[in-house]
């Protein structure tokens, strides 16, 4: 299978995802309150618990579709600030647990990839979860659109 061919099947099943989302009230109530049940039926229960499992897996499945078909709004390098903190060209701030989206070389065989992971402080600085030995200083990032930038 083509690549091109796999994201369009998860743009498909992001489609799914949220519909199944909207008929469970997952949206609205993620416990699934909105769901008529007998809460008195040990076996409904039982499929409500396991129901509200795969609901939480599913919406994080469709919020990583998501992510990964949103546009990429800054492509820049990081530079730490008077603050102490790591912020893009156009001002975007990474503190800790941000998500961040960082270019590094893997296998010298292979071109650098794009890696996703987080940012976070180990009470001197910051660092990449993962990644600890790769000082974030001049790192090669991009921020996607939806990601909200300081002061906006």
Not at 23 to 30: G, P, Q, S
Request: hydrophobic content about 30%; charged content about 30%; overall charge negative.
């Amino acid at each position: 299978m083509e690549l091109n061919m796999a994201l369009v099947q998860m743009k498909g099943l992001k489609c799914r995802i949220d519909d199944i989302l909207n008929v469970t009230t997952y949206d609205e109530h993620a416990d699934l309150r909105g769901l008529h049940a007998d809460r008195k039926d040990s076996d409904q229960l039982f499929q409500l618990r396991e129901l509200q499992k795969i609901m939480r897996k599913l919406a994080d499945i469709g919020g990583s579709i998501e992510y990964l078909f949103r546009p990429v709004q800054e492509t820049g390098s990081l530079h730490k600030d008077e603050n102490g903190e790591y912020r893009t060209e156009k001002g975007y701030c990474y503190r800790s647990g941000s998500l961040i989206e960082v270019l590094l070389q893997g296998d010298t065989n292979e071109a650098a990839c794009w890696v996703q992971t987080k940012v976070e402080h180990d009470g001197e600085d910051y660092y990449l979860a993962g990644y600890e030995d790769i000082p974030m200083e001049g790192l090669r990032v991009r921020v996607r659109q939806g990601i909200q930038m300081e002061g906006e």
